[in-house]
């Protein structure tokens, strides 16, 4: 029912800066992204009140974010500093 993917970034503006963290900046972005999917479905279904929906969404969104901290943080601060100031941030 609330499947609906409103959010579609465009990931190919963000890159790493060094090549040697290309991978893991990546795999930091979409799981980013991931969680941004998940909020918005999760706002969706508080929005028309369905509890069931929203807490396992909740949960869902827990961990997608706990995956992105954990990831953000084998990244270099300065790489760690531009996710943190991108668009992708903001929304979420």
């Not at 290309?22 to 930091?28: E, G, H, R």
Request: glycine share 2%; net charge positive.
């Amino acid at each position: 029912m609330y499947s609906e993917i409103t959010f579609k970034p465009k990931l190919k503006n963000m890159k790493s800066l060094n090549v040697k963290n290309s991978k893991l900046f990546n795999k930091v972005l979409k799981s980013l992204v991931k969680y941004n999917e998940l909020n918005n479905l999760r706002d969706k279904a508080d929005d028309c009140g369905d509890d069931k929906e929203y807490n396992k969404l909740n949960n869902k969104c827990e961990i997608a974010f706990s995956n992105y901290l954990e990831l953000l943080q084998e990244l270099p601060k300065y790489e760690q500093k531009r996710i943190e100031n991108s668009e992708l941030y903001l929304i979420g």
